[in-house]
């Protein structure tokens, strides 16, 4: 069955570095995009960032743009989130999802399997 672990989380200074990765089982990870979401205490979830099928295009979220890099290894099955520069309001459960087609997008209810999240704490 489809299956989507996330891994990497931790708790880190402001200002730190950590690298989310995402595995994938049961599915052919290069027919999907797939996207980073996260969700924080009393918040909705939200759309940090999403890659196309092949690594190509790729789409952030406003609050992450210049910080965060999405990359992907079909070969591995993995997607990876490398953040730098954190700031105290990263701190959120992180998930992986994937995405009904081959571009990403900002919309959750367009990802149809998601892994269980992998929690960031930047303090200050």
């Known amino acids: 069955q489809v299956q989507l672990e996330e891994s990497g989380g931790g708790l880190v200074q402001a200002g730190g570095s950590l690298r989310l990765s995402c595995a994938s089982s049961?599915?052919?990870?290069?027919?999907?995009?797939m996207g980073w979401f996260r969700q924080a205490p009393g918040k909705e979830r939200e759309f940090v960032a999403g890659i196309s099928w092949s690594g190509g295009p790729t789409l952030y979220a406003d609050s992450v743009k210049g910080r965060f890099t999405i990359s992907r290894d079909n070969a591995k099955n993995t997607m990876y989130l490398q953040m730098n520069s954190l700031k105290p309001e990263d701190t959120a459960l992180y998930y992986c999802a994937r995405r009904l087609g081959v571009t990403p997008t900002r919309r959750p209810y367009e990802y149809d399997y998601w892994g269980q999240g992998t929690q960031v704490t930047v303090s200050s």
């Open positions: 049961g599915f052919s990870v290069s027919r999907y995009a």
